[in-house]
């Protein structure tokens, strides 16, 4: 259903500014009426405001206007243009009533709904967030006019409906809400349909699961799980915050063809159903589970209590939810590893953006529109934010740190703040002066380069010098003397300070105490080729990838070291993590800049860990992907669909993981992919039946790709996204290459028929990945020249271009022998 939003502009900080100066909204009555089988829903709202008196407008984006009155007086349709409706507005009490017809969307945004290929039932959410309230209802979108919200619901009589506040079904299909605690528009959100749903209640607060009926069983095998560790997580956060809970009931909703991991929605958390887990999965799959669990939870009070004034600001809520969903989740739940799977799956995620052109000041991001700040919901304002926050919290000490995130909880409680009023109530408890770190860590883009000059017998530390600043850093080196490895505490004030390891290989900031680019050394990386493997400390072993990692992206680790360190390691390789968090870099960085026969080796690597690591283990599990993604030999796969290693099963997961093997090597057909959906129609299946079939290396297999990219075949957000994840691949370059300039042709256009989110990842994975030669760089830069392209396409075809041009430089820094 494509609907107006596509064309609305994004709502631009000054006039958010000056709305916010002439309003005071007073509350929201909305009234839905929701059916499975129609394209569209119905969709009533009252809002009652009081005004300054002036002109100004509210933000609609329906398919079509039934009726509009404006304090007791018709208004007129056609007023409405580009999302905005105008309105004049007298001084003092105002209501306007909006009858409309709203569209649902399949793009993961809007009112959501999605048909389940296992059932054929219908499934409906609400993503309000950035700028898609108002394709679901009427409002003033913008994050300070907060106002409470009721609810008023009909749905099919099957259908279970949930919203911010607790409600009930009053008569069958009928459900009326409590009125909210004062939201903001980007946090009201609805879950309906014929949702799985139970219950529990931990200290008072009413706990709620839900998924698609068909993810039942899933959802009633984890359900402890998350129940336990949602109770513990309250606990804690009440021990720190000592603020409870305001929003009621807490349910945690998981949904289908969601695009983030997860949204904060009070009382009504929505989360990717990826997350309930149909095949097996490594413990870092469930670590990454329980610190979203735990980061929405860090939301109620960073972002839903006090939520921050604009985007550019986004960060107060992102990083704090990080930097806490981590620690809580370390500290107190069966998770207590934490933060060793978190050096693999996140640290690279914050210095990678941290490193691009388009980097920004954590803080202070300069998001002009809401649709511009989406663009920066990145590993900055997440992972950076979130180490900065912990060198604030090391600096200030846990007293200060959560006395002022209580004054600053207790000043706005239900309103708006900014960074200083954060750093105000941080002072207020006791805490120095800290503009002096606010300067040169939350103000200034871009990390440092850290290396060892060992000759000189110093580290050496360079900001990037299109954003020169002088960062103090404190870490500590691990240091290798006779296999032992030792902690040194440094400190880093200036370009050079003393530092003498001798001939000891040294891994910076293992601990990750700091932000940086650390760079190994030659004799370090040499040394670890025989240390890696033994080393048990599972923090270190994190911190040495993260080393090589860095290292790597800045040109300055050898990919044939990688292959080295990866072949050496990945046979004793225990951090289960480690495996399954390397492999997709391996395989779209090292691998396409390494020596030719690398990715056999790797291969060879992995079948070694395959027989040696026990039968069942999660190691074993590591193994097998890496030897899939990895293998050149289509009948070793044939086989293994024939007969699985013993330990492991032929699960949803691994079937589809080796049949896109299969396809992505030319060595089966589109008849055997649809049979394998035909016989296991799920969700799950038929996005990876999607994956495949753009993977086969045929001209047919192309274009089924690129109809979804160009729109002429609509198709569900993730259906898309592995469109486009399958469509480059290494060695299909005769079927791939006129699709090069048709992408940088069409891209431009496709805000036609995409929005938001969907835009933004299509821009992504269409992108050439494995067209990697220079005039790719030229092409990308000619579109990204173009006068009134698209922000969101134009930021992300800039990091694209950036990983093309990164990956360039280290061929050319290491030209293949
Ligand atoms: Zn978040």
Redo the contacts with the bound molecule.
Sequence with gaps: MRTSHLSAPSLRQAEAESRHDLLDVTSYDVRLELASDTETFGSVTEIRFESRGGPTFVDLKPVRVNQLRFNDAPLDADLLREGRLPLDTLPGSNVLRVDAVMGFRNDGEGLHRSVDPADGRHYVYGMSFMDAAPSVFACFDQPDLKAPYTFHVTAPLDWTVVGNAPGEQVEPGTWEFATTQPLSTYFVTLVAGPYHVLRDEHDGIPLRLSARASLAGELERDAEELFTMTGQCFDEFHRRFGIRYPFGDYHQAFVPEFN?????NPGCVTFRDPYLFPSRVTRGARVLRATTVA??M??QWF?NIVTPKWWDDLWL??SF??YL?NRVTADVTEYDDAWVHLSYQRRQWGLTSDQRPSTHPVAGNGAADARAALND?DGIS?VKGASILRQVNATIGDEAFFAGAIDHFTRHRFGNATMHDLFASWEHAGADDLSAFTDTWLRAPGPDVIELDRDARVLRRTPPPEHPADRPHRFTAAQAEGGQWRRVDVTLTGPETAYDPGTAPVVIDPDEHSWGVYVPDGTTLAGLVDLLPEIKDESLRAGVWNNVRSGFHHGAVDPAAVVELLVASLPIEDTQDGARHLMPWVLAWVLPTAPAGSADRVHAAALAKLTECGAGSELQLSAFRAAVHTCGDASMLRGWLERMPDGLDLDVDLRWRLLVRLATLGATERAELDAALADEPTAQSRVEHTRAVASLPTPEGKAFAWERFDGSVDVPNYELDAAGRGMWRGGHEAVTEEYIERYFAELPRAGEVHSGWVLGDATEVFFPLTADRPEILDRARAVMALPDLDRTIHRRLADCADDLRRKLAIRAAFPLR
Excluded: C, D, P, W
């Design positions: 983030a991991g997860a949204m904060e980061h929405e860090a939301h972002g809520n992102e939810a990080e969903g919901f997440y």
